[in-house]
């Protein structure tokens, strides 16, 4: 049981260029996130999924598309990278628990630079 | 949308002292209260969560409090540990029906000093 990978673990592009990370779940949630992270600023929502096939806007999606066509992956895509989207992106998953608990499996980052 | 303020910022505490960590959220429709850690170079993990039907949780030598009224909510942590060393989060959800979205707080850098 993988949990949650991301690929790839490092990128550096340059202004303009385009990339796609890749986020696998093995745990059959249904719910999964992308969240960056910039220091002093905490995580911040991307873009999220409820279910196969469904995706929607977070908190910072300026710039960002995503894909769902796979219950068990969630695509985030730079079509157009900007030294502003230099940060680490986390990807997470969650199967909402019966009492309330929501916990959120998150993978292990993805350092992204742009120069 | 739901803002969390989380302070403070930085905490320097010795082996063996207690730790507290204060965050305060906006929308009372917010039910749902978790802790994360952050250790060096890893991913968020989970460490307590509480729900707003509860006024106060405890783990072994963390715990966390809610006060709803007032709208903030504290991570306790006790006889602290040179491995209690991390970043930590606090966040606010409304759970059920807006796809537990979480906002999360800036975070608090915890050291553990010797």
């Known amino acids: 049981n993988a949990g949650v990978t991301q690929t790839p673990k490092f990128r550096v592009l340059k202004t303009g260029q385009s990339m796609t990370l890749l986020c696998a779940q093995d745990?059959?949630?249904?719910?999964m996130y992308w969240y960056r992270q910039d220091p002093g600023m905490g995580l911040r929502l991307i873009h999220y999924s409820v279910g196969e096939g469904t995706t929607a806007k977070g908190e910072v999606p300026d710039g960002y598309n995503v894909s769902r066509l796979k219950k068990q992956n969630f695509l985030l895509g730079l079509e157009s990278a900007a030294p502003s989207q230099t940060s680490v992106y986390f990807c997470?998953?969650?199967?909402?628990?019966?009492?309330?608990?929501?916990?959120?499996?998150f993978g292990p980052g993805t350092r992204l630079t742009v120069t | 949308g739901e803002n969390v303020e989380q302070h403070p910022s930085t905490l320097s505490v010795q082996e063996g002292d207690s730790a507290v960590i204060k965050c305060t959220y906006s929308?009372?429709?917010?039910?749902?209260f978790p802790w994360y850690k952050q250790e060096l170079g890893k991913r968020p993990q989970l460490i307590i969560d509480i729900r707003s039907n509860v006024g106060e949780k405890k783990d072994q030598r963390i715990a966390v409090t809610l006060n709803k009224t007032a709208k903030h909510f504290s991570l306790h942590i006790t006889e602290t540990q040179p491995e209690d060393s991390a970043v930590y989060f606090c966040?606010?959800?409304?759970?059920?029906?807006?796809?537990?979205?979480?906002?999360f707080g800036t975070g608090t850098r915890l050291q553990v000093t010797l």
């Open positions: 997470a998953s969650c199967r909402p628990l019966a009492g309330g608990s929501y916990e959120q499996y």
């Open positions: 745990m059959n949630h249904e719910y």
């Open positions: 929308d009372s429709a917010s039910n749902y």
């Open positions: 966040a606010a959800s409304i759970g059920a029906g807006t796809a537990s979205k979480l906002t």
